[in-house]
């Protein structure tokens, strides 16, 4: 944990920096397909420090996010198989080094991904589901990638987008609220919106 920590911190120092946004840039970018450690705090940093460009900064993210994701993809459609249905050392590499990532979820994405199509992606990217697992195994799966970008480009905008409204909104008294609930707020905001369409789709 101590070490998580202090990749928090380094990440934040940024923000007092004057190399803030380009941080943000490469941070966002490297978020979507390999770096643990999601933008929003270093966006939020930055907007509290600068109101008057928040929806730049959410910009960035945003632009940043979608070259990220088709690095992510590329990975996954170039490197990710040394034969077919035999992993590559690079497929490896990623298994041990991000959390959770293991072969059994990646064949779970894939049933995710045959079942939720669009909405999996947009879910992956607008809520705290680590977003680089989705991006790497779409590109491994060879799914939609005109689909893939669509659901990048709307879900990390409106992820990124929100948090930098709220806080040109209220400033720095949501910030510990957004810290402490973004994760939920994110996955209730998902369920209302698919919950909507699905609901649409059936009087339909």
Avoid at 159 to 173: D, E, N, P, Q
């Amino acid at each position: 944990m101590k070490s998580v920590r202090k990749l928090y911190d380094w990440v934040l120092h940024w923000a007092d920096s004057p190399y803030g946004a380009l941080a943000l840039f490469i941070l966002s970018f490297a978020e979507a397909s390999f770096f643990p450690v999601p933008p929003d705090a270093l966006l939020i940093a930055l907007v509290l420090g600068s109101q008057s460009k928040a929806f730049k900064f959410a910009l960035n993210c945003s632009i940043a996010s979608v070259f990220g994701a088709l690095l992510g993809y590329s990975i996954g459609y170039f490197l990710w198989w040394s034969n077919p249905n035999e992993f590559s050392s690079i497929a490896y590499f990623f298994f041990n080094n991000i959390p959770g990532f293991n072969p059994k979820l990646f064949y779970d994405v894939k049933s995710m991904y045959d079942k939720w199509d669009f909405w999996i992606i947009f879910t992956a990217g607008f809520t705290p589901i680590p977003y680089k697992v989705f991006t790497i195994s779409g590109g491994a799966f060879q799914i939609n990638i005109m689909m893939f970008i669509i659901a990048s480009i709307i879900s990390r905008s409106a992820r990124f987008f929100l948090v930098a409204f709220l806080i040109w909104k209220y400033g720095a008294s949501i910030k510990s609220f957004i810290d402490k609930y973004f994760n939920y707020l994110a996955l209730a905001f998902t369920v209302l919106l698919i919950g909507g369409f699905a609901v649409i789709k059936y009087f339909l």
